[in-house]
């Protein structure tokens, strides 16, 4: 029972490339969460899913795209990244409104 | 947009001492929770309140949430190194169904 599993840990893009990454949750959750943390500050909401085929803007969404085909699976896009998306990133999954959020690993992502 | 503010954002202190961490609202919290993170992890929840006046505690750890439901603070007796962390306050929705939003975290050094 793995939880919630980030896929990749660790990345380094050249500005202007792009990449995906993949959350996976094998807990049959509903809502589904990507934050991005900058060093020494919080959570800052990027997109969010209440469901399969659903998807959110949160606080900071330009530079990102979403995808929520599978219920188990939420994809965070970056089309062509730049210096100040570096960043790490983490996905977080809930039941429903008000319990606990699960959190992955996190991804650190760097561009240069 | 329900702003969550945290304070202090960094409080560093002797092992044995007390704290008192805050995180206050523009508007009136649904439920409020309370995670820790700790380097290269992601968070964990500590603990949720959602009625107004609540008082929760554990172990060491003692959290309140207002009467108005606008402010919660967290309280740690006799700190231990192993405090040492980021605490961060969360909340859902306002307006926004599912919407799971951060405050900016208050950085824990416990010294020995």
Not at chain 2, 7 to 19: M, T, Y
Request: proline fraction near 4%; include cysteine; charge should be neutral.
């Amino acid at each position: 029972n793995a939880g919630v599993t980030q896929t990749p840990k660790f990345r380094v893009l050249k500005t202007g490339q792009s990449m995906t990454l993949l959350c996976a949750q094998d807990m049959n959750h509903e809502y589904m969460y990507w934050y991005r943390q900058d060093p020494g500050m919080g959570l800052r909401l990027i997109h969010y899913s209440v469901g399969e085929g659903t998807t959110a803007k949160g606080e900071v969404p330009d530079g990102y795209n979403v995808s929520r085909l599978k219920k188990q699976n939420f994809l965070l896009g970056l089309e062509s990244a730049a210096p100040s998306q570096t960043s790490v990133y983490f996905c977080a999954t809930i039941l429903t409104e008000g319990t606990e959020a699960f959190f992955g690993q996190g991804t650190r992502l760097t561009v240069v | 947009t329900q702003l969550l503010e945290q304070s202090p954002q960094f409080l560093s202190i002797q092992e044995g001492e007390n704290l008192t961490v805050y995180c206050n609202s523009s508007s009136v919290f649904s439920s409020l929770q309370w995670y820790r993170q700790e380097p290269g992890e992601g968070p964990v929840l500590l603990v949720t309140v959602v009625t107004g006046g609540e008082v929760k505690k554990l172990k060491r750890l003692t959290f309140q949430f207002g009467d108005a439901r606008k402010d919660s603070s967290l309280h740690i007796t006799a700190a231990q190194t192993g405090d040492t962390g980021l605490y961060l306050c969360a909340e859902y929705g306002g307006t926004s169904y599912g919407k799971l939003t951060f405050g900016q975290g208050t950085i824990l050094t416990v010294h020995p």
